[in-house]
């Protein structure tokens, strides 16, 4: 329940982020060829990133906002940069 107007909302049990995954998946699991993962900002969470390298040996696009921090590399990211 909305606790402004008083509506009823509904809301999904699986989140956006999580559909995304399951999709990339299931791509995989079809054996669809896949160089590149292409996603909104929106997707652009550390959580994303580190699930698309690993479990599916792909490189991905996403752009990041002014509000996202990232490190160019490892050593960046070791020195807090």
Not at 39 to 64: H, I, K, S, T, Y
């Amino acid at each position: 329940m909305d606790q402004k107007d008083g509506k009823t909302k509904r809301r999904s049990p699986v989140t956006k982020t999580e559909q995304a995954r399951q999709r990339l998946r299931q791509a995989v699991g079809n054996q669809i060829p896949v160089n590149y993962v292409l996603n909104d900002g929106g997707f652009a969470a550390a959580e994303n990133l580190r699930f698309l390298p690993p479990d599916l040996q792909q490189d991905c696009v996403l752009p990041l906002t002014a509000k996202r921090k990232g490190a160019l590399s490892r050593e960046d990211k070791r020195q807090g940069k």
